[in-house]
């Protein structure tokens, strides 16, 4: 039997205009690549205006993690969705300014309550932009 065909997948759950995406497991490089294919689809498919990424499980991350978070970002961005990570332990903020990871137009909140605040906050200032 091919392993690969049971791997499980990273459950992405749409609330409102909002993609919320809670990483249970240690993430591995094939794995964050295919959530990252995951949640731009998602986007694509519901429009969603927001991502709210949930990684306090995560005890660490390498230069190849980090990287996908922050091009996740980007190409979210480029679709007209924003990205906010929440749940940051101290060691992995630790790691991805030792490892010289800007992860620049990725938001970060400590929790979900503040992560949901500051992506509801984007779209009632991107919705009075056009008002």
Known sequence: MNIDMYEKRIPIIKIGN???V??????HDKMA?????????????TGAKG???????????DSFIGRMLSGMASMASIMDAAVVIVGMQ???????VELGLEMQGVD???????GMEMLERR????????S
């Open 108 to 114: 970060t909140a400590l929790n979900m309550e503040k």
């Open 33 to 45: 690549m295919q959530l990252q294919t995951q949640i731009l689809e998602e986007i694509s498919k």
């Open 22 to 27: 809670s990483i249970q497991v240690d993430m």
């Open 51 to 61: 991502v709210l990424i949930d990684i306090s499980v995560l005890e660490m991350v």
């Open 90 to 96: 101290p060691a992995v903020a630790i790691t991805l």
């Open 18 to 20: 909002f993609l919320i």
């Open 123 to 130: 779209i009632r200032n991107e919705n009075s932009d056009f």
